[in-house]
């Protein structure tokens, strides 16, 4: 049996390597990443499995994650895992893939170590499933409820249910709060990842192809309406994504980059010539090679016509 402390020293320092990981990868981690090993106590510590929903490390006696894996074509998802009403994520028991006696053992013993993290109040991660093989981790993550006749248990993932561990009810309207800004991250991170996958991570203006230095842009924003797709999205290196975000160059409907008057105008060095007004009426240098993933039209239009009236 892992004693408290160890379970607790297993967490802090898996959460710091991941907070690295992040600084390094992005917020989205390979999942060779995501299960580098962690050394605790001169014990080598494997903490993500690829193959298991619910992730017990050996020399642990509580799960440290649980993961919703990534969406596939034409194929519904294993479990129905979901928001609540209440901010809560509904996360379902792991089942037995087969009708045998030790595929039922190792399915209890899964569901098992996520109720032991439960009754000694120790956080975990939830691997998020952005698309096969990336995943977006939040942590610390802790269980709040167990519930056998739903075959659930309920998380607080907005990474600050630590505080309310014995006051759950107080705190319902702020969770909810939060826990909308946890989806509109999970929503982000498909984008992005399904956005690069369509512009071979490349930016759409200039053709640089570094995933560090490439953002997925919205079309139309948020707070006008654009939903997280791929056909409202683009993918633009900072450079050109700030441009963009701030008018200071747009995209007529045709495919075509248009830099402000001003901008044109202006008289400032390389980086404006080559970055910015070179680009003046040229056309995207990248778009999707599938048309179901191209930048939609009404967009366009929309975001064009955005543009002309804020110059």
Known sequence: MATQGFEERVRTTYFDALRRR??????????????????????????????????????????????????????PPPYDDRFGDDGMFRYHYRTPHKATARARATAAAD??????????????????????????????????GDDPTAQEFSLDLTE????????????????????????ARMHQARFREAALRAYRSCCAICSLRRRELVEAAHIVGDADG?????????????????????????????????????ILAEIDGPMLL????????????????????????????????RFRSAG
């Open 226 to 262: 654009g939903a997280p797709v791929v056909t409202n999205g683009l993918v633009l290196c900072k450079l050109h994504h700030a441009a963009f975000d701030r008018h200071i160059l747009g995209i007529r409907p045709d495919l075509h980059v248009v830099v402000r008057h001003d």
């Open 274 to 305: 080559h970055g910015l007004q070179g680009f003046h009426d040229q056309k995207l240098r990248i778009i999707p090679t599938r048309r179901t993933d191209r930048p939609g039209p009404d967009e366009l239009e929309r975001r064009w016509e």
């Open 22 to 75: 992040q600084a390094l990868h992005g917020e989205v981690l390979p999942v060779e990443v995501a299960r580098e090993p962690v050394v605790v106590d001169g014990q080598i510590v494997k903490p993500f499995s690829h193959a298991s929903g619910i992730h017990k490390p050996e020399q642990l006696d509580a799960a440290l994650g649980i993961t919703t894996t990534p969406p596939k074509v034409r194929t």
């Open 111 to 144: 569901n098992e170590a996520v109720r032991v993290a439960y009754r000694r109040r120790l956080p975990l991660v939830y691997w998020f499933g952005v698309v096969p093989n990336l995943y977006r981790p939040f942590y610390p993550v802790y269980v709040f």
């Open 160 to 183: 600050l249910g630590a505080r309310h561990l014995d006051d759950l009810a107080a705190d319902e309207v702020s969770r909810q709060y939060r826990a909308q800004i946890v989806q």
